[in-house]
């Protein structure tokens, strides 16, 4: 996982620019515009730094919580070497975080200031993840589906402007192919296994499909201050273009399974190709993301558990003469 | 105390409204830029960093984040605070002639002269 971050539409765009230097940010933009990246030292906009903070730390967060409700199958999930695989799939995750707490650590956000907005919930991670792994079947949906959401959303951004979020994306995407690949393995093997399997993972699939909707966020308003970000190369696709792009994608290896989609209406219009859908709940997204789904109490306080009780050992291990400065790449 | 549909949550008794003092500066540590070599004979490659309270702890965790998969056989670790580095925006101190044939094999083309001596002594 799992980018996206969630940007205030109603957030003016007027202002975005006040106070900046105008020759410096012509030569920022023709920068980015001849296909060059950035680098943590280089001059930027103020804007330009505020949303990849919270768009990289997001992302980071992400990962961390996401390891939760597939972390929670490791031990039950069936035989030994889904077992192994599962493992190594969440410690992947939570290495994504590492690495993408390092990218934004560059641009002056110390990861001790990102997990403290963590972990009182001031800062959003992908909604997805406020909602629990009821069966096996569940997880195998979410390592299939759900990355490859993410996958479409971190290969979009890996072509992004920013220099060390590129490069953790690189890295990241290299594992993403192993755990979209698990995640069909296991959906096929319960969508071909018996008439209970079946059931199981249609379920599952019912279950995850709303979520699955609001994943890649409402549709964008087309403003000023998206013009901005994606000319920045900051947000690389809007919202609608990556869903299209998943939907076409995934529908079809869904329907080749024999399982069904929760959506009456989901079709693909021959004639624009473009996939229409019941207008997901955007209510719900709203309500989940600030703080009432049916898991955010919960993932927030076990995240709050690991730091308390680590602390102790990361105090011990800590040296008077050690001292932080910011990372350069 | 939670009662989650993850056993290790149950197990793990934690309250929900468990607030905590927020992290202070340096509970992460320092940061290391980590150094790869895949193969005997391949150069170090520099692939990001980790944050370690010192550098045995740092080769620990560079191993799991840079080494968990595909081929490894070395890592080196250095304090980031212990690196040196030019500025990008003194990047043009690596300008000096544009015309750098003369540094390439490239800049070096004899066979002309040397068919064209051939030709003259057998002729
Ligand atoms: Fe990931
Ligand atoms: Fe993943």
Known sequence: ?329 | MIKSLDPRVTRAEIELDNAIEPLKEMDQWETFEVFHQKRRGDQHMHVGIVHAPNAEMAILFAKEQYGRRGLSVNIWVVKTRDVFTTDYDDSDIFETVPEKQYREAGGYKVMDKINKYKKSVKA
């Open chain 1, 1 to 329: 996982m799992y980018g996206n971050a969630y940007i205030d539409p109603n957030e003016k765009a007027a202002g975005i620019l006040a106070g900046e230097d105008m020759q410096k940010l012509a030569e920022f933009e023709a920068r980015i515009a001849r296909g060059e990246k950035i680098e943590p030292k280089d001059w930027m906009p103020k804007e330009y730094r505020k949303q990849l903070i919270r768009m990289i730390e997001q992302h980071a967060h992400s990962e961390i919580i996401g390891a939760l409700p597939e972390g929670t199958w490791i031990t039950r999930a069936p035989g030994f070497k889904r077992k192994l695989a599962l493992m190594a799939k969440v410690q992947d995750e939570v290495g994504h975080g590492q690495l993408l707490y390092s990218a934004a650590e560059t641009l002056g956000k110390s990861r001790e200031a990102m997990i403290n907005d963590l972990i009182t919930g001031k800062s959003k991670y992908s909604n997805v993840f406020n909602y629990p792994a009821f069966t096996w079947a569940d997880a195998c949906v979410i390592a299939w589906l759900i990355d490859a959401g993410a996958i479409i959303n971190q290969v979009a951004n890996a072509k992004g402007s920013y220099g060390p979020y590129c490069r953790a994306l690189d890295r990241i995407c290299t594992e993403e192919s192993f755990h979209l690949k698990y995640g069909h393995d296991n959906v096929v093997t319960l969508a071909t296994g018996t008439p209970v399997q079946r059931k199981m993972v249609q379920e599952a699939l019912n279950r995850w499909w709303p979520p699955i909707m609001h994943f890649f966020g409402p549709s964008d308003k087309i403003s000023n201050h998206t013009e901005i970000l994606m000319r920045w190369k900051v947000k690389m696709a809007t919202n609608d273009d990556m869903r299209q792009q998943f939907l076409n994608m995934y529908v079809p290896k869904i329907w080749d399974l024999g399982l069904t989609v929760p959506d009456a209406k989901l079709s693909k219009n021959e004639e624009t190709g473009k996939w229409e859908y019941t207008e997901p709940d955007w209510d719900e997204f709203k309500r989940v993301i600030n703080g009432d789904g049916p898991c955010n109490a919960e993932r927030l306080a076990v995240r709050r558990n690991a730091e308390e009780r680590g602390r102790w050992v990361r105090e011990a291990l800590n040296t008077s003469e050690s001292k932080y400065m910011v990372p350069f790449a």
